[in-house]
Nanobody
């Protein structure tokens, strides 16, 4: 089992910044992918950004150039620096940890943290 604890959400004005953190604990495999997803009211769950243990990143087009994902492997923690926030970034943000072993993919999710951007 893997436990994920998120922090850093809140209320911010348009154009502002927030930094989310997600600390993983438990049965951590060294080869894994961690990432952030979000769900806005009335919308589908969507990928925001992911990062492998080797540092390879992916971003949704809507956040490229504004958000930066990073991680500290020693602390099993992933971060999401969000700059130039827009009202459409308002959502519950979820941290995800996934790993694959012997063809089996295991994934775990955090409880979510609310990000609200006011106009």
């Amino acid at each position: 089992q893997v436990q994920l604890v998120e922090s850093g959400g809140g209320l911010v004005q348009q154009g502002g910044s927030l930094r989310l953190s997600c600390a993983a604990s438990g049965n951590i495999f060294s080869i894994n992918v961690m990432g952030w997803y979000r769900r806005a009211p009335g919308k589908q769950h969507e990928l925001v950004a992911t990062i492998t243990n080797g540092g390879r990143t992916t971003y949704a087009d809507s956040v490229k150039g504004r958000f930066t994902i990073s991680r500290d492997n020693a602390k099993n923690t992933v971060y999401l620096q969000m700059n130039s926030l827009k009202p459409e970034d308002t959502a519950v943000y979820y941290c995800r940890y996934s790993t694959s072993s012997a063809g089996t993919v295991r994934e775990y999710w955090g409880q979510g943290t609310q990000v609200t951007v006011s106009s």
